[in-house]
């Protein structure tokens, strides 16, 4: 079984900048796909970005394109995502996800594709 941890989330003024993390444990982090889901209430858990295992295959959402930046370590067991330029419609709950990959390029792009998730973590950006 796998676990993900986040940490990062908070408040920030709009145009601000956070860094979330999810730390994974229970499994051979290399071997697992990974993203960043949010869910603002009342809305459904919506993909914001997606990366492949090794890492070179990197999927986002076009509400995020060119202001959020997902990246992974695998030596650390770690996925990050860096959001940067933050709006207030960017306010949601925000969860890490994985799923087991064979695919080394395989980039989970929706929630029925993912095994695992974590706890989530919240952000809010006011204006």
């Known amino acids: 079984q796998v676990q993900l941890v986040e940490s990062g989330g908070g408040l920030v003024q709009a145009g601000g900048s956070l860094r979330l993390s999810c730390a994974a444990s229970?499994?051979?982090?290399?071997?697992?796909?990974a993203g960043w889901f949010r869910q603002a209430p009342g809305k459904e858990r919506d993909l914001v970005a997606g990366?492949?295992?090794?890492?070179?295959?990197?999927y986002y959402a076009n509400s995020v394109q060119g202001r959020f930046t997902i990246s992974r370590d695998n030596a650390k067991d770690t996925v990050y995502l860096q959001l940067n330029s933050m709006k207030p419609e960017d306010t949601a709950l925000y969860y890490c996800?994985?799923?087991?990959?064979?695919?080394?390029?395989?980039?989970?792009?929706?929630?029925?594709?993912?095994?695992?998730w974590g706890q989530g973590t919240q952000v809010t950006v006011s204006s």
């Open positions: 990366i492949s295992r090794n890492g070179v295959n990197v």
């Open positions: 996800a994985a799923r087991d990959s064979s695919g080394s390029y395989y980039v989970p792009v929706a929630s029925y594709e993912v095994n695992y």
């Open positions: 229970g499994r051979t982090f290399s071997n697992l796909a």
